[in-house]
């Protein structure tokens, strides 16, 4: 199931339009595509209620009043629009289960400065660092009459990160996005600039929306639905103490909701069948894991994704 997480500490920096139209985008392409609303404002979300039904469909997910976040089954490919100040676990958390994360950036000495910051403590973390889960950087709310996007696109370069190029500052995204749409949800003539804006960042996309092999999957092709996120690596450092571990597929909180699938504490995604045929083989039986407060080197969990 690729991911692809939409990531900057700085808040307006245009996150929830990009990570909108992404989804939108892999909607259009026949793609059962979930928009993770993992920012508290709840943008996204937001935008959703206002997408009308005749339009492809994006789902949903957000924190519950449990604080958990779940999946709908049928998902195969997923967009997290992600809150700002996200840093340390918070921002580890996410780098665990994203196959790329595209950062957006406005043209201003403190949003690239912000930006830097951010760019920093991504390299650092070992699947960024390792080119496992990509990044790149998208310019926003550029002004084409001046020189912004050439000094973003340097800024970028002197970091080594790939620039995908800049999206103009236009009333079009601002009305599109209040009638829940998208510049791909518009007629072609009506979004031709904006269109033409957005063809490299989506040539770069494309593989890791559409790979042969997803990051977090076992497979040549894209799995069926899932049923549950579990920890791919048994012995991960964040597995909590005293936890019932399989060797085989990780471990399952003990009040998982089925036919539903969710983030639980540990490694990368990895999938099990919602259904299968009979001629299917059985998965074996998953233990329980116990409720985890902590991580197994004494830090918390983020909010966020803490269950009660």
Known sequence: MPVIAV?????????????AHI???????GSSVMLGDVDRQQSARAWLKRREASLPAIAPWA??????????????HVVLDTPGGMHGFELARVVMFADAIVMPVCNSMFDRESAAACHAELM????????????AVVGMRIDGRTN???TLEEWSESLGVPFLGALRETQLYVR???RGLTIFDLQPQLAAADLTQWAPILQWLKPQLYPPQAANDGTTTLRPP???????NAASPLTAPGAVV?????????????????????????TLSGSRSPSAPRAPATPTLARPTRTADGSHIPQFLKRN
């Open 246 to 270: 399989s060797k085989r597929l990780g471990s399952l909180p003990n009040s998982l909701m089925p036919a539903q699938e969710s983030m639980v504490q540990g490694g990368r995604m990895s």
């Open 176 to 178: 599109s996005l209040e």
């Open 148 to 150: 912004a996007a050439q």
């Open 7 to 19: 990531v900057n500490r700085k808040g307006g920096s245009g996150k929830s339009t990009l990570a």
């Open 124 to 135: 650092a973390m070992p699947r960024v660092a390792s080119g496992r889960c990509r990044l």
């Open 23 to 29: 989804a939108a985008w892999c909607a259009r392409n």
């Open 226 to 232: 899932a049923r549950t996120l579990v920890p791919r």
């Open 63 to 76: 924190v519950d009043q449990k604080n958990m976040l779940r999946v709908p089954t049928g998902i195969t």
